[in-house]
């Protein structure tokens, strides 16, 4: 098992920035891949984007791509999203997610994913 925990949500005014952080322990060097999702209410939950082992591959959805920066404290055993220009559609509860695979051009799918966590909310005011 990999927990994963989220962190950093909360209340900011639209053109504002946070920082969400997914925090693991256990079996960590088996992740291949972690990546973030988010689900507004009443849709259904979209990739953000993704972060390899090794930091050296970052994949965005196009509506972040500029926006958002996903990135990778190994020592720390920590993922970050950071997110600039905040909008108030960015509204959603924020999660992180685990895969101990390549997922290649599936990564978007929920499903090829082995762990979540609880997810953070982040709401966005206009």
């Known amino acids: 098992q990999v927990p994963l925990v989220e962190s950093g949500g909360g209340l900011v005014q639209a053109g504002g920035s946070l920082r969400l952080s997914c925090s693991t322990s256990?079996?960590?060097?088996?992740?291949?891949?972690f990546s973030w999702f988010r689900q507004a209410p009443g849709k259904e939950r979209e990739f953000v984007a993704l972060?390899?082992?090794?930091?050296?591959?970052?994949v965005y959805a196009d509506s972040m791509r500029g926006r958002f920066t996903i990135s990778r404290d190994s020592a720390k055993n920590t993922v970050h999203l950071q997110m600039h220009s905040l909008k108030p559609e960015d509204t959603a509860v924020y999660y992180c997610?685990?895969?101990?695979?390549?997922?290649?051009?599936?990564?978007?799918?929920?499903?090829?994913?082995?762990?979540w966590g609880q997810g953070t909310q982040v709401t966005v005011s206009s």
């Open positions: 972060i390899t082992f090794t930091g050296s591959n970052a």
């Open positions: 997610a685990a895969a101990l695979k390549w997922l290649g051009g599936n990564y978007f799918r929920e499903a090829v994913y082995d762990y």
């Open positions: 256990g079996r960590t060097f088996s992740i291949y891949t």
